[in-house]
């Protein structure tokens, strides 16, 4: 079955960029659409970015738009998310998530702390 392991993240000033990576097995990694999602203490997961599996769609949450950039490398199985002009409302734990067969799957999260 799907494993998805995060990693990329930890403490950054505001204005500051963070790449978040999202290491992918168990599945044919390339034929899926991939996404992230983040949940901020006392708050729902919400999505963030989400990339089809040719690497050329991709759809951002508004919050987000112009200042992340989701990416991936078939090759490596690898999810990225370059965020950029990170605020503190960014702070939360993000997620990489895929969608098969019906069931939704979620790697253990890295945590992003947006904090001077």
């Known amino acids: 079955q799907p494993q998805l392991v995060e990693s990329g993240g930890g403490l950054v000033q505001p204005g500051g960029s963070l790449r978040l990576s999202c290491a992918a097995s168990g599945f044919a990694f390339s034929t899926y659409a991939m996404s992230w999602y983040r949940q901020a203490s006392g708050k729902e997961r919400e999505f963030v970015a989400t990339i089809w599996s040719n690497g050329v769609v991709t759809n951002y949450a508004d919050s987000v738009k112009g200042r992340f950039t989701i990416s991936r490398d078939n090759a490596k199985a690898t999810l990225y998310l370059q965020m950029n002009s990170l605020k503190p409302e960014d702070t939360a734990v993000y997620y990489c998530?895929?969608?098969?067969?019906?069931?939704?799957?979620w790697g253990q999260g890295t945590q992003v702390t947006v904090s001077s």
């Open positions: 998530n895929v969608i098969r067969n019906a069931r939704r799957y």
